[in-house]
């Protein structure tokens, strides 16, 4: 058995094999990979023995699980009414632009997830950039460019199928 | 058995017959879109809606799924049932705005166009009913497609959006998808049924005789699977396109009609002995 079969055998004896728990079970799934790869979720529906596609739309459903992993830094960028007033949608813009990525997603060299979110309770700051649970105020296009750039990009290797 | 009054006309339905059967019965046209006779009514894009008369007070109600249990009234033609079912066409309207068949049916519906913004989907031209993913689903038993996404973003789609392994090829989703947005193309040189919009291919089985296109290989052994008849001629006879296998049924009937007159078995002469 591959460390990701074990994986899935763990995480289903869990809840006894019970389809109604499928989504405790994603969430489980997700929590020790980080996201919901796709070959865990066919592996996870074949052992339900439920299509594939209810499991994916179980994942699209929910904001909550992401198909895709996580970049190394989360970048969270305030979209609320007065962070867009002061320019938030033009450094939203910027940096879709220039990291190639969309809100929600992550860049592909996965230096970080970008994130668009509507209000951080934090108005008199505006417009604010939270980067990895760092608060940045007053920010503009540029000077997010200055602080996205500078995140330094760690080369991980990619983790292997293991037999055991 | 109740009666229903559609617009006057009276009609007597089995009890949990629908609305709309009694309708059909009564021959009065009530447009629909997600009904099909082979699943159960999806009831989602309640176009079907007539008004139901509850003495004191009325109600709209979707004709497809409404069971008939008691004596009932119900109006196609009042001014509030036709007022909602235009105004439910305007909204699919602007969800599939381009679309030719539901273009067509609006104009039926003496519905011009739609007033509200234009909806771009992830998905084009699609109404969302759901009759596809329900053919699928409890038809077939394959639940190749299903709903994903939410909001803006819900579509119909195979896991993934890739090509679906559990896709058989049978094509049965684009034979319901009322607005003809699911479509069979076929590949004829790589002798491959392929449905669209999702990309699903599969081999096409030929005729071992005359080399027709049959249906798709996967289709062949869900069916074999199903008859659960194992039996050396029945699998012969499933790689056969249907003209050809009536032809060698023929030949067969003629053959042991041979045979059994030679043996003095043939219908009446035995009887006669
Ligand atoms: S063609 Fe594929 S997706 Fe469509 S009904 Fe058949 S099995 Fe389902």
Same mark, same amino acid.
């Given at each position: 058995?591959?460390?990701?079969?074990?994986?899935?055998?763990?995480?289903?004896?869990?809840?006894?094999?019970?389809?109604?728990?499928?989504?405790?079970?994603?969430?489980?799934?997700?929590?020790?990979?980080?996201?919901?790869?796709?070959?865990?979720?066919?592996?996870?529906?074949?052992?339900?023995?439920?299509?594939?596609?209810?499991?994916?739309?179980?994942?699209?459903?929910?904001?909550?699980?992401?198909?895709?992993?996580?970049?190394?830094?989360?970048?969270?960028?305030?979209?609320?009414?007065?962070?867009?007033?002061?320019?938030?949608?033009?450094?939203?813009?910027?940096?879709?632009?220039?990291?190639?990525?969309?809100?929600?997603?992550?860049?592909?060299?996965?230096?970080?997830?970008?994130?668009?979110?509507?209000?951080?309770?934090?108005?008199?700051?505006?417009?604010?950039?939270?980067?990895?649970?760092?608060?940045?105020?007053?920010?503009?296009?540029?000077?997010?460019?200055?602080?996205?750039?500078?995140?330094?990009?760690?080369?991980?290797?990619?983790?292997?199928?293991?037999?055991? | 058995?109740?009666?229903?009054?559609?617009?006057?006309?009276?009609?007597?339905?089995?009890?949990?017959?629908?609305?709309?059967?009694?309708?059909?019965?009564?021959?009065?046209?009530?447009?629909?879109?997600?009904?099909?006779?082979?699943?159960?009514?999806?009831?989602?894009?309640?176009?079907?809606?007539?008004?139901?008369?509850?003495?004191?007070?009325?109600?709209?109600?979707?004709?497809?799924?409404?069971?008939?249990?008691?004596?009932?009234?119900?109006?196609?033609?009042?001014?509030?049932?036709?007022?909602?079912?235009?105004?439910?066409?305007?909204?699919?309207?602007?969800?599939?705005?381009?679309?030719?068949?539901?273009?067509?049916?609006?104009?039926?519906?003496?519905?011009?166009?739609?007033?509200?913004?234009?909806?771009?989907?992830?998905?084009? +031209? %699609? =109404?969302? *009913? #759901?009759? /596809?993913?329900? !053919? &699928?689903?409890?038809?077939?038993? @394959?639940?190749?497609?299903?709903?994903?996404?939410?909001?803006?973003?819900?579509?119909?789609?195979?896991?993934?959006?890739?090509?679906?392994? +559990? %896709? =058989?090829? *049978? #094509?049965? /989703?684009?034979? !319901? &998808?009322?607005?003809?947005?699911? @479509?069979?193309?076929?590949?004829?040189?790589?002798?491959?049924?392929?449905?669209?919009?999702?990309?699903?291919?599969?081999?096409?089985?030929?005729?071992?005789?005359?080399?027709?296109?049959?249906?798709? !290989?996967?289709?062949?052994?869900?069916?074999?699977?199903?008859?659960?008849?194992?039996?050396?001629?029945?699998?012969?006879?499933?790689?056969?396109?249907?003209?050809?296998?009536?032809?060698?049924?023929?030949?067969?009937?003629?053959?042991?009609?041979?045979?059994?007159?030679?043996?003095?078995?043939?219908?009446?002469?035995?009887?006669?002995?």
């Amino acid at each position: 058995m591959t460390v990701q079969e074990k994986l899935i055998e763990t995480i289903v004896s869990r809840y006894d094999g019970e389809v109604g728990m499928l989504i405790p079970m994603m969430q489980d799934l997700q929590a020790e990979s980080g996201y919901l790869p796709v070959d865990q979720l066919r592996r996870l529906a074949a052992r339900l023995d439920t299509p594939v596609s209810r499991l994916y739309a179980v994942a699209t459903f929910y904001a909550s699980f992401r198909l895709a992993p996580k970049g190394q830094h989360e970048v969270t960028l305030c979209v609320g009414t007065v962070c867009y007033l002061k320019g938030a949608g033009r450094i939203s813009e910027r940096i879709q632009e220039e990291f190639q990525v969309e809100a929600g997603g992550t860049t592909p060299d996965g230096l970080f997830t970008f994130q668009a979110v509507n209000c951080v309770g934090a108005c008199a700051l505006a417009p604010v950039m939270i980067v990895d649970g760092q608060y940045h105020d007053k920010v503009t296009p540029d000077s997010a460019m200055e602080v996205l750039r500078g995140l330094p990009l760690e080369q991980r290797q990619e983790q292997q199928e293991t037999k055991t | 058995m109740p009666t229903v009054t559609i617009d006057g006309i009276r009609v007597e339905v089995e009890t949990g017959a629908t609305v709309l059967d009694a309708a059909r019965k009564a021959g009065i046209w009530i447009p629909t879109l997600c009904y099909h006779p082979a699943v159960s009514p999806p009831a989602t894009c309640r176009l079907c809606m007539v008004e139901l008369d509850r003495g004191d007070w009325k109600q709209l109600v979707t004709s497809c799924n409404y069971p008939v249990r008691c004596d009932i009234e119900v109006s196609v033609s009042s001014d509030r049932a036709v007022a909602a079912r235009r105004g439910v066409m305007q909204l699919l309207l602007a969800l599939a705005p381009e679309n030719e068949q539901l273009k067509a049916l609006a104009e039926r519906m003496g519905v011009e166009g739609t007033p509200y913004p234009t909806v771009t989907t992830s998905q084009r +031209d %699609c =109404i969302l *009913c #759901g009759l /596809c993913t329900a !053919v &699928c689903d409890e038809v077939l038993g @394959r639940s190749a497609i299903a709903f994903s996404g939410r909001g803006p973003d819900r579509a119909v789609t195979t896991p993934f959006r890739q090509p679906a392994e +559990d %896709c =058989i090829g *049978c #094509g049965a /989703c684009a034979v !319901v &998808c009322p607005v003809g947005t699911i @479509r069979i193309r076929m590949h004829e040189q790589e002798g491959e049924i392929e449905i669209s919009p999702f990309k699903t291919r599969a081999k096409m089985l030929t005729c071992e005789q005359c080399g027709a296109r049959v249906t798709s !290989v996967p289709v062949a052994e869900y069916a074999l699977n199903r008859a659960q008849i194992d039996w050396q001629e029945f699998r012969q006879l499933a790689r056969l396109c249907p003209r050809c296998r009536r032809k060698r049924t023929a030949a067969r009937l003629t053959e042991g009609r041979t045979l059994a007159a030679q043996a003095g078995y043939v219908a009446g002469t035995k009887k006669a002995e």
